[in-house]
């Protein structure tokens, strides 16, 4: 068990819907970082948090969305959801130090019909 | 651009037996972080082991030991004594010092370790 929680562990939606995953760090972890695995691009980060603020952004589309509220747990908002976007959606944590390894959630399957 | 090499898509090694996965990655920067991540079939990612480029002493943890050749840029995973639970997809991840903390991730490689 990493610590950290992600909710729920599957969607499925259909297209142009919109979906809201849920995260929850580890104990201490002020860092949130969110990534996607899919088949054909492998996994790519997407965004950080720190402390409630965003850090640092990927390969993010501008459909997709974050936030970090005031008790460190983030969400990521998907929405106008495309086939494209079925993906293993992945929650990370840190304590935010540079070089720090991070602990990631369970992932949740998103699945568009 | 950072970029994570893994040229081994598919790996098998027998129960007991060591197995070595390949990994290169391209960079400019001088301070950055090397990792190893397990995905066994229940889809989790495992850190399996870390290691610092300004550390000379390659990284060790258990069974898991790897060999980094920073000139080289290379950072391979060596499992000894294979075990059944060790199948898995083995990713190799790099960080940057300045990077946040943004991991890049190689493509992996699935590992079958056989009875």
């Known amino acids: 068990d990493s610590g950290v929680t992600q909710t729920p562990k599957h969607l499925i939606t259909a297209t142009g819907q919109r979906v809201t995953l849920r995260c929850s760090p580890r104990?201490?972890?002020?860092?949130v970082y969110w990534y996607q695995q899919s088949l054909d691009q492998g996994l790519q980060f997407l965004i950080q948090y720190y402390n409630g603020e965003e850090r640092a952004k990927g390969n993010i589309l501008e459909r997709f969305s974050a936030q970090q509220f005031p008790d460190l747990h983030s969400e990521l908002n998907l929405s106008s959801l495309e086939l494209g976007d079925s993906a293993l959606y992945f929650c990370?944590?840190?304590?935010?130090?540079?070089?720090?390894?991070?602990?990631f959630g369970d992932g949740t399957r998103l699945s568009i019909l | 651009a950072q970029t994570v090499t893994q040229s081994q898509p598919e790996m098998s090694v027998q129960e007991a037996e060591t197995v070595t996965l390949s990994c290169t990655y391209d960079t400019s920067e001088n301070n950055y972080y090397l990792f190893w991540y397990k995905q066994p079939p229940s889809r989790q990612m495992i850190l399996v082991i870390r290691q610092e480029a300004y550390k000379q002493q390659n990284a060790t943890e258990n069974r898991f030991s790897v060999n980094f050749q920073k000139a080289a840029k290379s950072f391979s995973l060596k499992i000894s004594d294979s075990q059944l639970g060790d199948t898995a997809m083995y990713f190799c991840a790099f960080m940057t010092r300045g990077s946040q903390g943004n991991l890049i991730f190689g493509k992996g490689t699935k590992l079958s370790v056989k009875p």
């Open positions: 990370a944590s840190s304590v935010g130090t540079a070089g720090q390894p991070q602990h």
């Open positions: 104990s201490g972890d002020l860092s």
